[in-house]
């Protein structure tokens, strides 16, 4: 079957892996599965500043542009000639990308939103969603969202939805894997934030309150856009210009890392970010702020920790080394096992019924 893919971004612009490129590897590496299953994929791809390595797809092609206007005819005639229309809805394009897909013959036109949390909240409020259609997702057979639990019921009423179903981010396991321990990323507790969006009282109570505690321990923040109000201390390591691709090494060389959800997702609900799925893929102790739907991704006190207030992680700090390596290895076993691309690829072949060899177990 022939699957035309829209609405990706060789650059890596959201998805959690702003700036890095993990969005284009993620989807490569789905795209790679449905490709040797037998399935003819079609990548209509925007490509931009820091664009990875170009790249080809077994049995299938893509089309790369720099604006919309130079792809347009050709993408609709890659999907009216689809079994299968998909449109990832992010980045500049999403809203025509979208319309392009739902006015197309093929038989199954699917709408996949990375930023469940984000729309699911605008809708909520009465607001506009930028990467959404204006008029809602009728029209779309399937809509693939990044949240689940009850929050699926919500997205669907307020979208306007046919049919939801949740497709979680996921890890490569190739990529996503343990690094190197680096001194200089020496820390009793790492966080890797993607924003200083929607964060900051999460950040103040598990991470800097817990830092101005422990005076004598080390604490390592890392991002790309760090938030305002991170106090200067000498414990406190700092790191806002890192190479992504050194994130593992930070993971490897810290006793515990803090994972943070979003204000947005917190509320929401059953909204894993990537950032978790990459510390437990990295095999990190990981201690996470609560939210509801966390133990059914990873399960507390076997896989993860889990704060609800600044004294649980000085609490988690204080616990011997073999239980933290524990943690972590258990947690690895479970993202390998439930949140690989492999395991997404089975996924939607499994929500849109999709044929072709090399069937899934």
């Known amino acids: 079957m022939k699957i035309v893919i829209l609405g990706l971004s060789n650059g890596g612009l ?8 993990g969005h284009s590897m993620r989807w490569r590496a789905l795209i790679h599965g449905l490709a040797i299953r037998g399935h003819r994929v079609v990548a209509v791809e925007r490509t931009g500043p820091g664009s990875p390595v170009p790249w080809t797809i077994p049995g299938g092609d893509v089309l790369s542009y720099g604006a ?14 689809a079994g299968v229309a998909l449109v990832v809805a992010q980045g500049p394009d999403a809203r025509v990308a979208a319309d392009l897909v ?18 699911l909240t605008a809708l909520e409020a009465g607001e506009a969603v930028d990467h959404l259609p204006a008029d809602g997702l009728a029209g779309f057979d399937m809509v693939l969202a990044s949240c689940g639990g009850p929050a699926l019921d919500r997205y669907r009423a307020k979208a306007g939805a046919e ?12 990529v996503d894997k343990p690094g190197d321990f680096k001194r200089e990323y020496l820390a009793d507790l790492c966080c890797i934030v993607g924003g200083p969006d929607g964060i900051r009282e999460g950040l103040g109570s598990f991470f800097i309150d817990p ?11 890392v991002g790309a856009d760090l938030p305002d109000g991170v106090p200067r201390a000498s414990n406190i390591l ?12 930070v993971l490897a060389s810290a006793s515990l890392a803090l994972t943070l959800a979003r204000d947005d997702e917190r509320r929401i609900g059953w909204c894993p970010s990537p950032r978790l799925f990459l510390a437990a893929a990295c095999g990190s102790a990981i201690v996470a702020d609560q ?71």
């Not at 959201?14 to 490129?21: E, L, M, S």
């Not at 700090?317 to 076993?333: E, I, Q, S, W, Y």
């Open 102 to 119: 739902r006015q197309s013959k093929a038989p199954r036109r699917v709408l996949y939103d990375p930023e469940a949390a984000v729309s």
């Open 68 to 81: 919309w206007d130079e792809v347009a005819v050709a993408a609709a005639a890659q999907a009216d000639d």
């Open 163 to 174: 049919a939801v179903a949740p497709f979680y981010p996921w890890i490569v396991p190739e």
């Open 14 to 21: 959201t998805n959690g892996y702003r700036q890095d490129g």
């Open 291 to 361: 939210w509801e739907g966390l133990d059914s991704f990873l399960e507390p006190g076997r896989e993860i920790l889990v704060a609800a207030q600044t004294d649980d992680v000085t609490t988690a700090m204080m616990l011997p080394r073999n239980h933290l390596t524990d943690l972590g290895r258990r947690a690895r076993k479970r993202v390998l096992a439930e949140h690989s691309a492999e395991r997404r690829v089975q996924e939607l072949r499994s929500i849109l019924d999709l044929k072709g060899s090399g069937g899934d177990d």
């Open 211 to 221: 830092a101005q505690r422990l005076t004598r321990r080390r604490f390592a923040l």
């Open 238 to 249: 700092t790191f806002p210009d890192l190479d992504p691709a050194r994130h593992a090494d």
